[in-house]
């Protein structure tokens, strides 16, 4: 990566009030594997809440916004694959921006995604002696496509896999459906609160009769849906986002 490239970090909403220390991570592993980020201070949230909710039509304006905040930067870099998936692909067009917005889409990357496929890092050396469970968030996974998904004839892939397997001690437990929904979807969560919790136990159930000691993945918000149903019912698992585990594997 050129020392002339300018990295723009990109923290979701529910990171930055809730689980700053996912932000931290993200910039503190950046920097780790040689990148110089900086962090626009006028971001604000990309809209992708009020498009759950059908007002895809009222983001005009935060996506103005973003757009005006990350237009200047070679790479925008976020620790989640919902919020990289919304401005992708789900942000309203903006009259006489075509262009800018069509860069904006090119330059926005995931965390694993990012450095995988722009850093070209492909083995990650650290130590980290848990066993690890992965829960694919479906935007990310089947949106950005993260990962071989298991509806599709096509053969295995994870670029979260890739960057953790290298990891000393760590130990990537299979489970015995990897990518199947954790039942968030944002406002899905609340107007089908009773199937969303179902869903929710399902996934925790899998992660808990296969083994896993900590349950990861790169969407901040599945994790705190499984996390509060575990808490609830007291299940012994621990809850890092992908970028806590690397970070603090890689000194």
């Known amino acids: 990566m050129s020392t002339r490239k300018k990295i723009a970090l990109f923290i979701p909403c529910y990171v930055d009030q809730f689980y700053p220390k996912v932000g931290i991570a993200t910039l503190e592993l950046l920097e780790k594997l040689g990148c110089e980020v ?3 201070i ?8 009020m498009a759950n909710a059908g007002y895809e039509h009222d983001t005009m304006d935060t996506t103005k916004h973003f757009l005006k905040t990350f237009e200047s930067y070679d790479y ?3 620790p989640s694959g919902s919020c990289v998936l919304h401005i992708k692909e789900h942000t309203p067009e903006i009259p006489g921006k075509g262009k800018e917005q069509q ?4 330059k926005i990357f995931e965390l694993t995604e990012f450095i995988t496929d722009i850093l070209q890092i492909k083995m990650l050396q650290g130590h980290f002696p848990h066993k690890v469970g992965f829960h694919a ?3 990310g996974h089947r949106g950005l496509r993260l990962g071989s998904c298991s ?15 290298h990891i000393q001690g760590l130990e990537w437990i299979a489970l015995r459906r990897q ?7 944002g406002t899905f969560a609340v107007t089908e609160e009773a199937l ?3 869903m929710g136990k399902d996934r925790l159930e899998d992660h808990l009769t296969s083994g896993v000691e900590i349950l990861t993945g790169g969407d901040m918000s599945c994790i705190m849906h499984l996390e509060g149903i575990a808490r609830r019912n007291k299940n012994p698992l621990k809850f890092m986002h992908i970028a806590e585990i690397l970070n603090q594997a890689i000194q």
Do not use: M, W
């Not at 006028?42 to 809440?49: D, F, L, R, S, Y």
């Not at 860069?103 to 090119?106: G, L, P, Q, S, W």
């Not at 990518?179 to 979807?185: A, P």
């Open 76 to 78: 925008i870099v976020a």
């Open 103 to 106: 860069a904006i889409k090119k």
């Open 42 to 49: 006028e971001q604000t949230c990309c809209g992708q809440p």
């Open 137 to 139: 968030s479906c935007h």
């Open 151 to 165: 509806e599709r004839n096509e053969p295995y892939f994870s670029k979260a896999k890739s960057l953790l397997d």
């Open 196 to 198: 969303s919790v179902q």
């Open 179 to 185: 990518d199947e929904c954790c039942g968030f979807g």
């Open 38 to 40: 900086s962090y626009p």
